[in-house]
């Protein structure tokens, strides 16, 4: 394939923010803290950097990385220094797409970080979120140009129409190799991770038998996932995507979480390293080349020439799929106050509209807890939990107290600061906007709780719902009745349950959530009111 296309600016409301020679797989912007004094939700101002090639750095260029290093060690220090003195204009290095005009002046839901023990304190503070809790009957959806015009690159690569009689989106792209180039030598996913750099040399070995020539050209076949499983973290999508790869007639990519959608293709590798090189969509589709080579084969196996239906569908597993949008103030003009212009759905609606979705949740306050417990470094406790929770409902309520409920869920600073992601839980935020562009009968939500106690219903409700063929009795003991995978560590066990009044507190943050979730889905266990 040809090189990413360089974008040219033309007059659309939203653009992909960078200059016109800008490379595709090159760094956005650079960031810079305004000296002025900042409130605890500070700005940072947001400029583009001519990008270069980490690779062709020359020593010049190395110093200078050097000296970055250095100065973000001493801002780190200047950082700590303020936490320790308990200095109220703390640094937050984190862009946001709206400022927080003045300090948060002092009144009845007033915070001091350290006095998160305050329960009383806090029980009004979840009061007033609550209180200003609201769900607005729809967004207004981007044009389809829009779309198009902020991610070119990608619009030119994936057509509008797939092979006919096939399940997947697939279809046959030229390639433009020669016999001898490596067609994985520049995927970055190969780059950054050894696992795929194993699956790639096994792809490498049978990709050339696997080109098809017509009227002296070749090409390959390109497959993009028939579903995706899109959420949520700690709610049992690992054990969901262990089972399913053992049905015979669905594929996977080779690892889970490639997070394409929502990291890779803005060069985002993990959230707390930057940004690196952006992932183009053909590093993506590689992904998916093993699982196509079984479509071609049913495809060309057919002596007659017709096309047949492959048995075959394709999956992808990403749980931040369906919620994390943080990367769009890097990439988009922040001018509709503090909400994204786009959202992934958007794109994956506009290239795959009857691709369909799986989601599976559990009790947000629960799914808090592991995720605190997983995601943990040191010092976990039931008691650092309960401080982590309190700090985290006070910075949301702050954003509450200038913007709307749907802006801080999906705002970057807030996101980012928070020391527990409180937002993941608010399921019904993310589901609402899932479903103003596709319908309810394109996505699955299913309850961790009903899995663990009933899988074998579960995976019937699933199979049903991805029109997967009958199994044999063994087939499906063998779905069904494996181990569960993913399950909390032995030393995290030992850390015991949350503190009671943690509990409750979170209870009642998410209650006006799951009210709406259960209205929705016409389903009031997603209520989850346990009985003490």
Known sequence: ????????????????????????????????????????????????????????????????????????????????????????????????????????????????????????????????????????SGRRLPELKVLAHSEQHMFSVIPRKFLPDVRNPCWYEEYAGNATSDPYGTN?????????????????????????????????????????????????????????????????????????????RFGIIRPSEGFHDRYPVEDYLDLFDQAAYLIQGNLT?????????????????????????????????????GEPPF?????????QPDARFIVMLRDPVERLYSDYLYFGIANKSAEDFHEKVSESLQLFEGCLGEYTMRSCVYNTTVNNAMPVRLQVGLYIVYLLDWLSIFSREQILV??????????????????????LGPLTKQMESDITESPASNTRRPADKNLGPMLPITKDILRHFYTPFNQKLAQVLHNDSFLWDFKP
């Open 1 to 136: 394939m040809p090189a990413a296309d360089s974008m040219t600016h033309m007059d659309y409301k939203y653009t992909l923010l960078g200059s016109s020679g800008e490379d595709y797989r090159k760094r956005p912007l650079l960031l810079q803290v305004d000296e002025a004094p900042v409130n605890l939700f500070a700005i940072l101002e947001v400029k583009q950097e001519l990008p270069r090639r980490w690779s062709t750095l020359g020593g010049f260029c190395k110093i200078r990385l050097y000296s970055v290093f250095f100065g973000v060690a001493v801002m780190f220090l200047i950082m700590a220094s303020y936490v320790l003195m308990g200095d109220k204009k703390g640094l937050l290095l984190t862009p946001s797409p709206y400022h927080i005009s003045g300090l948060a002046s002092p009144g009845p839901s007033a915070f001091n970080v350290s006095s998160v023990k305050d329960y009383a304190h806090v029980q009004l503070v979840v009061k007033s979120i609550v209180s200003k809790v609201e769900f607005r």
């Open 188 to 264: 970055l996913y190969a780059r950054y991770s050894r696992r795929f750099r194993t699956v790639f040399t096994h792809l490498r070995s049978s990709f050339r038998k696997h080109l098809f020539r017509q009227d002296g050209k070749l090409y390959r076949i390109r497959c993009l996932p028939y579903f995706y499983i899109i959420g949520q973290p700690k709610c049992g999508t690992t054990d969901l995507y262990n089972r399913l790869r053992l049905h015979p007639d669905v594929k996977f990519t080779p690892f889970k979480e490639p997070h394409w959608w929502t990291r890779k």
């Open 301 to 337: 196996s057919n002596d007659s020439g017709a096309l047949s239906q492959p048995n075959v569908i394709i999956g992808e597993a990403s749980a931040s799929t369906m919620w994390d949008n943080n990367a769009w103030v890097y990439f988009y003009d922040n001018t509709t106050k």
């Open 343 to 351: 959202l992934i759905q958007d794109f994956v609606h506009a290239l």
């Open 446 to 467: 299913l309850r961790l709780e009903d899995h663990a106690s009933n899988r074998k219903y579960t995976m019937h409700q699933v199979f049903q719902f991805l029109n």
